[in-house]
């Protein structure tokens, strides 16, 4: 099982295989640029396509903030509903959080795009996924003691490095939809699927950017202001809505939605 690459300029999506993918995550620098001696015929049938991945990484991206919440109504009856994503660690949904987050490292890690800029990206946004699942957040005020399936654990360190890797997680899904996914390699002026699937990245790309400050300023506002709309949980709809414009992004990336008719493979 190998992975194939592709000279500049081709726009065949590349493959790569699951093996190598999984070993990829490790030894990274190893696998890049590696020519496969095979034909694509003969991998056909082992290889994740770069499409697969973008799908992949969107459809986790969309479901995680649902599956906490359909969790907490089966499993956290009569608990206080967590204030974020984040503090969901603390709670019997803690595992879907971190297995998730690791199963989205896992493939942006895998995942080389067309360019280096989206190599680069990629692998900057599995990394800081890996660490937002790896350090959590503090319990805090927040959580319920109660319904908390560890104890009390306070640590700054932690908490700070999940807040820094956060911020850029999402603002790495922000550059992919602003920068990387509305690159074309055809000149000329755009028109039809492509200048749609544009602007969907762009307002995806925007609405991820009014979210990261909108979280930003619900952490700093006065406690007299943020007990008025606590109730509200704003920082999980911010952060949910900033998921859904990330994976939605990535789905059509991926062609599921507004695909080149003349095509069966992706325009860039």
Known sequence: MWFR??????????QLSFGTAIVSLYFPYKFFGMASPQSPADNQGLVISYLTLRKAVGLLGMLLPFLLLFGYFIFERGCTFPPSISHFYYTDMGNCFVGTLCA????????????????????????????VALFPTDFGGYADMQCSRMTDGENPVS???????????????AFFSLVQF???????????????????????????V???????????????????IKAF????????????????SWLIKGETFFRDKSSATDSK
Do not use: Q
Request: some cysteine; glycine content about 10%.
């Open 5 to 14: 690459s592709i000279s500049k300029g081709d726009t065949t999506p590349r």
């Open 104 to 131: 989205v490292s896992l493939f942006l890690f895998c995942y080389n795009g067309h360019d280096k800029g989206d190599k680069v990206a990629a692998k900057i946004g599995g990394l800081f996924a890996l660490l």
């Open 159 to 173: 908490n700070i490095l999940h807040y820094v890797s956060a911020t850029i997680l999402f603002s790495t899904f």
């Open 182 to 208: 509305t690159k074309t390699n055809k000149p000329g002026r755009m028109a039809g699927p492509k200048k749609t699937r544009n602007n969907i990245y762009k307002i995806c790309g925007w609405v991820i």
């Open 210 to 228: 009014v979210c990261i400050v909108g979280i930003a300023v619900v952490s700093f506002i006065p406690g007299s202001l943020y007990s008025k």
């Open 233 to 248: 949980k704003p920082t999980f709809v911010l952060e949910t809505i900033a998921l859904l414009a990330f994976g939605f």
